[in-house]
């Protein structure tokens, strides 16, 4: 089991608002929202996850945690700002809170042939 230091911020799961999906993977989806007046990107752990064999739980939930250790830590201008992980999601699922980047996903910077 992963052991870390928790000093993160909890979100409050009605403390958010879903604007527009962004996008999706085979477990997670990536919302545009809005928390406390700020837009931010939710990146939701689907809830199809927690219905799984209980190894499968498991896991996703330890690198849940240990993504968001990871973020929480890292402190850089070209690095979205972390905001919070959120626990009461719908259907007990859990979301990652960060600073929204507006006109561009990382994967289109990446893709684009003038950078």
Same mark, same amino acid.
């Given at each position: 089991m992963f052991?870390? #230091? &928790? /000093?993160?911020?909890?979100i409050m799961n009605e403390d958010l608002e879903e604007l527009k999906e962004?996008? !999706? !993977?085979t477990f997670r989806t990536v919302?545009? @929202?809005k928390w406390r007046g700020t837009d931010v990107a939710?990146? *939701?752990?689907?809830? $199809?996850c927690f219905t $799984?064999? !209980? !190894? %499968?739980? #498991? *896991? +996703?939930?330890?690198e849940f945690w240990r993504e968001a %250790?990871?973020? &929480?830590?890292? /402190? /850089?201008?070209? =690095?979205v700002v972390f905001y @919070? =992980?959120?626990? %009461? @999601?719908p259907g007990a699922t859990m979301a990652t809170v960060t600073e929204f980047m507006v006109n561009a996903s +990382? *994967?289109?910077?990446?893709l684009r042939r003038d950078r």
């Open positions: 052991i870390f #230091e &928790w /000093h993160q911020q909890i962004l996008g !999706s !993977s919302y545009h @929202g939710i990146k *939701r752990i689907k809830k $199809s $799984s064999q !209980s !190894s %499968d739980q #498991e *896991r +996703l939930t330890v %250790d990871i973020f &929480w830590k890292v /402190h /850089h201008p070209n =690095v @919070g =992980v959120v626990q %009461d @999601g +990382l *994967r289109h910077v990446l």
